[in-house]
């Protein structure tokens, strides 16, 4: 079957890095994406990759390793607004979005 | 980026009226819309897909006759609960893409829907 896991929560702190991993299993691949929900939001985009390697975007940066069916979502220099979930979906074959559950980022000043 | 609103934000209805909640794409052709439901701390589940001018295909498990989707245009599509019942209670999103599956989903703002 489908499958994308990621941790159900994590706790940083403000100005810190924090990195959010994503594993998935998906019957062809074609991308993954990275997601920002706040809490009675609808998700926001925030990155997609589909080659191997780090993309970086400002204060947040995403990796894929297509291999090892791995990527990461990356936060530095972390404000308090970043406390919300992060969702990874990836496509698959048929251009299908598996969507995981979802990592609540709780930030403490 | 593209821009998708729905209406309404929130509703609040009676058990066994029906709710309808509109997806508009206000920049671009939407090709494609889909329709998902949240619930509280849980992940999106897709429950159906539609393409302009074609019924809609729905996910396993989801009752065609109760969440009925219309895709008109390439600007609007809607769903309509139907008989809704508190169970229905939730935070339901669309998302609309312009051409072909390797395309970015736009979201709309998401409708939360409870019924009394």
């Known amino acids: 079957g489908q499958n994308i896991d990621q941790p159900t929560e994590m706790t940083a702190t403000e100005g810190a890095i924090v990195q959010?991993?994503?594993?998935?299993?998906t019957s062809g691949f074609n991308g993954l994406f990275w997601y920002q929900q706040h809490a009675g939001e609808a998700p926001t985009f925030l990155s997609y990759n589909v080659l191997d390697g780090l993309e970086e975007k400002g204060r947040f940066s995403s990796f894929l390793s297509r291999s090892k069916g791995y990527s990461y979502l990356l936060l530095k220099e972390l404000q308090m607004k970043d406390s919300a979930s992060y969702l990874c979906a990836a496509f698959d074959s048929n251009y299908q979005l598996?969507?995981?559950?979802?990592t609540k980022l709780i930030i403490k000043p | 980026?593209?821009?998708v609103s729905q209406h309404p934000s929130r509703v609040i209805c009676k058990s066994g009226t029906s709710v309808k909640i509109e997806c508009r794409s206000l920049d671009?052709?939407?090709?494609t819309m889909f329709w998902y439901r949240q619930f509280p701390k849980k992940s999106l589940m897709l429950?159906?897909?539609s393409n302009e001018g074609s019924?809609?295909?729905?996910?396993?498990g989801v009752e065609k006759d109760k969440f009925l989707i219309n895709?008109?245009?390439?600007?609007?599509?809607t769903l309509t609960v139907t008989s809704a019942h508190p169970e229905d209670s939730s935070f339901y999103i669309c998302s609309a893409r312009e051409g072909g599956g390797y395309n970015e989903q736009f979201f709309g703002p998401g409708t939360r829907l409870t019924v009394l």
């Open chain 2, 47 to 49: 429950m159906a897909t």
């Open chain 2, 55 to 60: 019924k809609a295909t729905y996910e396993q």
């Open chain 1, 20 to 25: 959010i991993n994503c594993t998935y299993q």
């Open chain 2, 28 to 31: 671009f052709q939407a090709t």
């Open chain 1, 98 to 102: 598996i969507w995981g559950a979802g």
């Open chain 2, 71 to 77: 895709h008109a245009s390439l600007t609007l599509s």
């Open chain 2, 1 to 3: 980026g593209a821009v």
